[in-house]
Structure formats: C-alpha cells, structure tokens
C-alpha cells in the first residue's frame, strides 16, 4: 500500500515516546497541490469566469504557489502523520508533535514526528484493595440534629409553623403543621420520612467518596510512567483555560497567585502534578478495563445514547456516544471493584447507564 511519505527512520524510542524523520517527495505533494487548486476554484471567481469556472492556472497565480504549498503541507502531513503510527503499529496518546525540516517548491518536504505511546501499567491486585477500602464503611446514621436543621430549613422556606411576629420564639411543630407538607399523619411520621431523605443522601456521598478512595488507592499502588510530553500538552491546555478564567475575573496574575499564596513556580509545581495524576488514573483505567473486557456492547451503548439525547438534544452523536460509553464503562469497573458482578467481569448488559 502505498504511503504519503518515504525514507522513514526512527530516531529514538525512550522515555514513553517515539520519534520519527522522513520526507514528502515533491511528487506526491504536487497531487496534494492539485487537491488546494481544486479546492480553492470551487470558490474563486475572477473577472471574465464564473465561480467555479477559472481556469487552474490562473487559480495558481492569483493564490500563490506559497500559499499552495503551505495547504498541500498540512493536508500532506496530517495524512503522514496517521500512516506512520498505523504502519508503525504505534499505541498513540494525544496529539503527535510535528516538526518541519525544510519545505520549498519542488522540493521533498522533510520533517520529524515525536508520538507520545500507552506506557506498560503494571497493574496491583486492585480486587483486593477495592475490598479493603470498601470494609472502611462511613456511618451513615442520621443524628436528631440534623432532623431538626432540616425540619428548620423546610419551616424558614415555606413559612409552615413559623412565629406569627418576627423575633418571637419558635413555636413547635404540630400535626396540623405537617399535613401541609404533604399527606403526613403527624410529626413523627413527617421526621421519619426527613430522616430517610437524609439517611439516602449520606449513603449516596458515602458510596462516591468509596469509589474515589478505591480508584485512589489502586492508582497509588499501580506503576506506570506517564509521557512528559503528554503532560506539557495537558498543562498547555490547562494553563491557557485557567489563564482566560483568571482574565475574565478581572485578575492579573499577580493578583492571582496572591489569593491562592502561591508562587507560579508552586502553582505550577501543583498542577503539572495533578496533570500527572489525572492522565495516570486514566491509564490504570484504560488497563483495567482491557484485563477485564469491560467494553460495552453496542446494544447497551445505544441504549445510553438515546437516554442522554432526551437530556441532551442539543449534542451530537459522536459526543453523546463518547459519554455513554464512559458512563457505561465506569458502571461496569465499579460493579468489578465492588464484588457485584464478580464471576463476570465484564458485567451484564446495562440498560440504564447513569446519565451525566
């Protein structure tokens, strides 16, 4: 098969990532050339032609042979770039760092192509230590107190059983007080079902806080070297998205780093290291789940699909199947983790994922 680049060497793979020279002949890249011409006279119209009718050479004067070369470049190497790593069967994370060589008119385009590459991620038994942190349970009892914030909060919102003049003691809750919350008998029955609501909540924040504390503890234990290179993406990224919040807050980052008593080698220190952590969870995950054969079917990716459509008309399908996918793996590594599928690790089919 042929490729859009030729005299490929491999410079060096170390470290995580892969690095590449080769060239572009200057005959493919006049065909990624005729493609610009094509492109640009669909639109262009000159005196004496219509659009679409200018003859190619005069499209090639009016728009410039650096101009063209520029565009057939980038298609040209957006194409390389691909071949390489499938022709190098190369496990790619992120986006490749490209680097032209030299680039003139009839002349081979040369450049380099660094590839960060899935790292090996020596895995803990994470069966065992999601048990362990999962024995630790939170008490999830309910106090009278927090009956009696709550009960107060519901008052001072509906105005249900408070004191006629403001200042005045607050009078106690009675049964004819409670009817008008809902179909409540009395006061205890109206507590019992506030300390139920309270009891569901506890246990749904403990629950998360388990599963963070399980994902935590099996990242702690796994090792894996994350790409340096995938880590300046991710805080090049990062830092700009912090940099426009901080503008828009009307901060200069001067006054930032005084709010946050850091100083930017600190603040940069923290967040390179939270960049780091971030991409390390996600490649024990992505390790899990392949040891695992947690993929979900298409069926159930489907199913989650049309669920978060109804929530999210307004995204498309491709962003819609990448959440319900997520969703529906982090369900399955969860039931694993947490014994409720464990002879079958790679879950049940799910019919309703948990929506974001």
Avoid: C, W
């Amino acid at each position: 098969m042929a490729t859009s680049y030729s005299n490929l060497k491999k410079l060096s793979e170390k470290h995580g990532e892969a690095e590449f020279k080769a060239d572009i002949s200057p005959e493919v890249l006049e065909e990624y050339v005729l493609g610009e011409l094509v492109h640009y006279a669909e639109e262009l119209a000159l005196p004496g032609f219509r659009k679409g009718k200018v003859p190619h050479h005069l499209v090639r004067e009016h728009v410039g042979e650096v101009r063209l070369l520029e565009g057939a470049a980038d298609e040209a190497l957006r194409d390389a770039m691909q071949e390489i790593a499938e022709h190098e069967k190369l496990d790619v994370l992120g986006r490749p760092e490209l680097t032209v060589v030299a680039i003139a008119p009839k002349a081979p385009l040369e450049f380099k192509i660094r590839y960060a590459l899935v790292p090996e991620v020596s895995l803990p038994d994470y069966r065992k230590l999601a048990k362990e942190v999962a024995s630790k349970k939170e008490e999830a009892a309910v106090k009278d107190e927090e009956i009696d914030e709550a009960v107060g909060r519901i008052r001072e919102m509906t105005g249900i059983g408070m004191p006629a003049k403001e200042g005045d003691a607050l009078p106690p809750l009675t049964d004819a007080d409670v009817k008008k919350f809902g179909p409540f008998e009395n006061v205890a029955a109206f507590r019992a079902e506030i300390a139920k609501n309270l009891s569901q909540e506890k246990e749904m924040v403990a629950k998360d806080r388990t599963r963070d504390a399980m994902i935590k503890e099996i990242v702690a234990k796994a090792k894996v070297k994350v790409p340096e290179m995938l880590v300046k993406q991710e805080f090049e990224g990062f830092t700009e998205e912090r940099d426009r919040r901080i503008a828009e807050a009307g901060l200069s980052m001067e006054e930032y780093l005084k709010q946050m008593k850091k100083t930017a080698e600190d603040l940069e220190k923290e967040e390179r290291g939270l960049i780091e952590e971030d991409i390390k969870t996600s490649l024990v995950i992505r390790a899990i789940k392949e040891k695992e054969a947690l993929d979900p079917s298409e069926r159930e990716v489907q199913i989650g699909i049309a669920r978060l459509k109804l929530r999210y008309p307004e995204r498309d399908e491709p962003s819609l199947r990448r959440t319900a996918e997520a969703q529906l793996i982090q369900e399955k590594l969860f039931a694993m983790l947490e014994g409720a599928d464990a002879e079958h690790p790679s879950g049940g089919e799910i019919s309703a994922p948990k929506e974001v």
